[in-house]
């Protein structure tokens, strides 16, 4: 029988014609279009340049006419430089428009030439209307009014007022009491009260081209009416009463004074109501708009021949698109042509076969081995094949998968399945035997410093070397397995409680040898614990249970093990009720309670700073320990609320406080603070809430805090220290950090632990300790605290080794907010 072609041979016959056929219809196209882009690139460019320039021109042109009504309409405003550097920048656009050589339609010439001709007469009248501006007497034709017709009035009649009223007093002798007197000063406040409305008339209408009637206007013509009538009553009133000459003179001055001031009072008014009230404003009107007008009509007509322009070559490109348009329909008839073609051939070559290869499986389901020489297409022998290798991997990959579901794929060592298996057949061994078996659950010490700071690849290196020192030391009945992170569970078979404890001393000197890891001494320690059957348990989820919790009371009490009691229960579900309360507490706040501790210099005895304290008055515990609070609120992931709502009840009760004098307040800070990156941000935000000045805020951390992860330590000290925040080491002795290492941390102050304190009258080698490290602060230029000072002995002792600071019992315990502050009033009234 005649051989057929290979499927993939006949649809690269198919494809090579179907794809000359493609290629030569591209390579039309291509050419067509490269001659249309290359007759229209440079029409298309040309006109989106001058577009442009031709926006940009009407944009300054738009900005120069705003800035001149800006100026026209505030007198104090002068935009004289902005406009004509706006009008240079507007030519040089008209100029390169002129300049474009590319472009030689007459049109498009014409065009230009028109607008440069109604620029260049625009900017003369701008020009002009800037330079005529500087004359006042031009900007304003009423000003001479303003200035000295209207203000000689004013003197006239304010200087013979005080003539007729000199006079009436030097003849009467009771000035106040004659009638003349009377009515003269009430002309004067009327004339006065007159033209401060006359001012307010001229500052309001100063910068406008506003010719309606003002309030003030109004009420300067009833005021002048008020005067004549005042000026008639005082000369009717002479006619039956002798008035002093002088006063009779002064009399008719002022009548002539103030009709004098009425008529120009008027004449001012002509010219304000009149078209030439602001004479730069009229200049605008009727000189520059008319010109902006043309100007922007031939802007606007240049616009329009621009986008004609451009409208034939989108005509071109029009044209171009729509055989390109054709083309794309032939070629998506020859693509259906090939898919009909490639539908055929798959049927006749591929799908029929794989029908038939189907139907022989489906058949032959119970075979190992598939046959497929009957069927005639090399690709589907291929596959039969393919299909056989397939199954046989299958199965090994079920294997693997089921070794993998049963293991740990870092250590090899069975996982917490295999290990709940095991267990409980091991238990039911044990019951059958009437024997004894141990349970441990260990968990490595300082597995997360080593985790973090060498990086997860280092982490799982020890974790290979553990679980091989671990397998090394089991017996062949024995189960070791990982169950997850650093934690490890053993079953040892036949184990009562004495041999469980000989054996987790093994695995824990095993432990504590050193382990090499990236040519890297590490050294980890274990905390094991163990529950034992049947004395603790009888099934395998009590024995795991109770061995996580001895486990975790030998972490807790840094013990290599712990084997469980009863009163671990009872502890954990103490633990857990305070725990629980404690949540409630960081959103009530009903019995946790800040206490305020004074700080005072040794030598002028006056308080400089208080230390923070916590206190937490439970209903039921009564009075828990800050140590106790402190670990409830690690242990229960609640230390972050906990520290945030210590520093922000503190700033803000502080801040409140009027001590009149720095007082310093300080905080402390556990070790997990100093591993929070989050914490100099939230002190950042409490300090803009509170306003509390950061220099009056001091962190006390201790050395022990600090060296559990240094270089984060470090770098979040720093970066609470550049907000202008002290740090105090506190505690300071009892420690293991080095001086050397200190130097490089942002610390001001060190605390002398109470330990060295209290004992130092006693103890010479505390007394030694206490002066070394007040002479080794200050050489370092750091403040010293010495903290439990309970006796005056103490305190003058201190004074003599020249200590900065001093706090303890002796001057005040810790305080509530409320009682510290009657305290700090009466302390202040004992140094007065």
């Known amino acids: 029988m005649k051989k057929n072609l290979s499927v993939r041979t006949s649809y690269l016959i198919i494809s090579t014609l179907v794809s000359i056929i493609v290629v030569v219809l591209t390579i039309s196209a291509n050419n067509y279009i490269s001659g249309i882009n290359n007759k229209n690139a440079e029409k298309l460019q040309l006109s989106k340049l001058t577009i442009e320039k031709n926006q940009k021109l009407k944009n300054n ?129 009327l004339w006065r009260l007159k033209i401060l409305n006359f001012r307010a008339v001229i500052v309001r209408i100063t910068g406008l081209n506003n010719t309606s009637q003002l309030s003030q206007e109004t009420r300067l013509q009833e005021l002048h009416q008020q005067i004549e009538k005042k000026l008639a009553d ?367 210099d040794l030598f002028s005895k006056q308080v400089r700073g208080v230390e923070v304290l916590l206190r937490w008055n439970h209903p039921d515990e009564g009075f828990i320990s800050p140590e106790q609070i402190i670990k409830l609120a690690e242990h229960s992931g609640s230390i972050e609320k906990l520290t945030n709502w210590i520093i922000e009840t503190a700033l803000k009760e502080f801040s409140g406080l009027n001590t009149g004098e720095k007082i310093t307040l300080s905080i402390n800070l556990s070790a997990w603070n100093l591993q929070d990156r989050k914490l100099p941000k939230t002190i950042s935000m409490l300090l803009i809430e509170t306003g509390f000045n950061p220099s009056n805020l001091i962190f006390e951390v201790t050395e022990s805090a600090m060296m559990n992860d240094p270089v984060v330590a470090r770098e979040i000290m720093n970066s609470i220290n550049e907000m202008g925040i002290r740090f105090s080491i506190d505690d300071f002795g009892t420690g293991f950090s080095s001086l050397s290492y200190l130097k490089l941390l942002p610390v001001d102050e060190i605390k002398i632990d109470k330990s060295f304190v209290l004992e130092m009258l006693e103890s010479n080698n505390d007394k030694v300790i206490v002066k070394s490290t007040i002479d080794l602060a200050h050489n370092l230029g750091l403040n010293v605290v010495a903290e439990g000072i309970e006796n005056n002995q103490t305190f003058l002792q201190l004074l003599t080794l020249r200590c900065d600071l001093a706090q303890g019992y002796h001057i005040s315990k810790p305080l509530p907010l409320t009682v510290f502050i009657d305290w700090y009033k009466k302390y202040n009234l004992k140094l007065a």
């Open 234 to 600: 005082i000369a009717m009133l002479s006619e039956t009463e002798e008035l002093d000459f002088e006063a009779e003179v002064a009399l008719d001055a002022l009548k002539q004074a103030s009709t004098d001031w009425i008529s120009n009072w008027n004449e001012f008014q002509q010219i304000r109501t009149g078209k030439n009230w602001r004479g730069d404003v009229s200049y605008l009107n009727t000189e520059i708009q008319t010109t902006r007008s043309d100007l922007l009509n031939s802007i606007n007509h240049f616009e329009n021949l621009i986008n004609t322009w451009s409208s034939e070559n989108l005509i071109e490109v029009s044209e171009a698109s729509n055989t390109i348009n054709h083309a794309l329909w032939l070629l998506s008839g020859l693509g259906l042509c090939f898919i009909v073609l490639i539908y055929v051939m798959l049927d006749r070559s591929v799908l029929r076969p794989l029908s038939l290869f189907s139907n022989q499986i489906s058949s032959d389901n119970n075979l190992s081995i598939f046959n497929a020489d009957r069927l005639s297409r090399k690709e589907i022998n291929q596959l039969a094949e393919s299909f056989n290798s397939l199954r046989k991997q299958i199965r090994e990959r079920q294997v693997a998968l089921e070794y993998q579901a049963l293991h740990d794929t870092l250590t090899g060592l069975p996982n917490r399945m295999s290990l709940n298996d095991r267990l409980d057949q091991a238990l039911k061994i044990m019951k059958r035997a009437e024997s004894s078996m141990a349970m441990m659950i260990l968990d490595l010490d300082r597995f997360k410093e080593i985790n973090d700071s060498m990086g997860h690849q280092a982490g799982d290196m020890l974790l290979q070397e553990v679980g091989a020192r671990l397998h090394a030391l089991i017996r062949q009945s024995d189960t070791i397995a990982r169950l997850g992170g650093d934690e490890f569970a053993l079953i040892l078979p036949n184990t009562n409680t004495e041999k469980a404890v000989a054996f987790a001393n093994k695995i824990g000197k095993a432990i504590d040898q050193e382990f090499l890891i990236n040519k890297k001494p590490l050294y980890v320690g274990a905390s094991i614990g163990i529950s034992i059957y049947p004395d603790h348990g009888e099934d395998a989820a009590t024995l795991t249970r109770l061995s996580d919790i001895a486990m975790y009371n030998a972490k807790r009490n840094k013990q290599i093990y712990a084997i469980y009691e009863q009163s671990m229960v009872e502890t954990g579900v103490n633990k857990l009720s305070l725990v629980g309360d404690l949540k409630n507490e960081l959103i009530s706040s009903k019995n946790l309670q800040l206490y305020y501790q004074p700080k005072v």
């Open 61 to 189: 042109l738009s900005i120069v006419f705003n800035q001149l009504n800006t100026m026209l309409s505030t007198t104090n405003t002068d935009n004289s430089d902005f406009i004509k550097q706006k009008l240079d920048s507007s030519e040089k656009l008209i100029y390169k428009l002129t300049d474009n050589r590319n472009i030689s339609d007459h049109s498009y010439v014409e065009a230009v030439s028109e607008i440069d001709k109604h620029f260049f007469i625009i900017r003369e009248k701008i020009e002009y209307l800037l330079s005529k501006r500087e004359d006042i007497n031009w900007v304003y034709p009423a000003f001479p009014y303003i200035t000295q017709k209207l203000l000689e009035p004013n003197f006239t009649f304010e200087t013979q007022t005080r003539l007729a009223l000199d006079a009436i007093e030097a003849q009467d002798g009771k000035p106040y009491g004659s009638q003349f007197y009377i009515k003269f000063v009430e002309a004067r406040e």
